[in-house]
Every structure is written in C-alpha cells, then in structure tokens.
C-alpha cells in the first residue's frame, strides 16, 4: 500500500516562510517523479513544482520561482518543499504527489493531476496581508 503523509503547513504573514515535507512509503521512491501540488478555493489543483527521480531535473510554476525551493532524500523517502517570501496569494491547501509523468512541450511544463496515481492529504498554508 503506497501512503503518503504530507505536512509542515500553517498561518503565516507576508514575506514569511514554511517547510512542508512528505514521507513516501509503500514503493520503490527512487524510481519515481515526485511533485507538490496546490488547489485554492474554487480553483483547479496545480503543478507547484516537479523533481526528478535523481533530483537532477526540476521544474517550478512561474509564480514561485525564485522563492520556493523543492527537493528529495532518497535515501529517506521525503520530498520537501522550502516556501520562502510567502505571498497571501500563495494560500492553498498544498498536497505532495509521486509516480506521475510530465508534460514538456519547448519551454513549458505541466503536470496535470489526473496523470499523478498517489497523493498525500494535504496540509493548508494560509499567507496574510
């Protein structure tokens, strides 16, 4: 049984930071891309940031360059988020991902949440003015 268990969210002001971390259990991690996702109130869930197998190829969603950092310890099984300078429109429930494929189309990415099969429960990062 794959589980992913996500956490690390919480309230904070703007221009603050939080670490989420997940821990993977139930395959093989290093064979797998890993992700973290964020949905919004009445918004669709969306592709944050997407790490490699290796850690090698990282990609990041324009809004959060610079200011979010993702990484991977395989030899733990965790997949990390670093949110730094957060920003109040950076508020979501925030969800890690692994075994999904990505899209790669010239400079553009996209992980589509249909394409990801295993999902942590999600911990809520609430940003304020």
């Known amino acids: 049984q794959v589980t992913l268990v996500d956490s690390g969210g919480g309230s904070v002001q703007a221009g603050g930071s939080l670490r989420l971390s997940c821990l993977v259990s139930?395959?093989?991690?290093?064979?797998?891309?890993a992700a973290w996702f964020r949905q919004a109130p009445g918004k669709e869930r969306e592709g944050v940031a997407v790490?490699?197998?290796?850690?090698?190829?990282?990609y990041y969603t324009d809004s959060v360059k610079g200011r979010f950092t993702i990484s991977r310890d395989n030899s733990k099984n965790t997949l990390s988020l670093q949110a730094d300078s957060l920003k109040p429109e950076d508020t979501a429930m925030y969800y890690c991902?692994?075994?999904?494929?990505?899209?790669?189309?010239?400079?553009?990415?996209?992980?589509?949440?249909?394409?990801?099969?295993?999902w942590g429960q999600g911990t809520q990062v609430t940003v304020s003015s």
């Open positions: 139930g395959l093989t991690y290093n064979n797998v891309q």
């Open positions: 790490i490699s197998r290796t850690g090698v190829n990282i």
């Open positions: 991902a692994a075994g999904g494929l990505l899209d790669i189309a010239e400079d553009k990415w996209t992980a589509r949440p249909q394409d990801w099969p295993y």
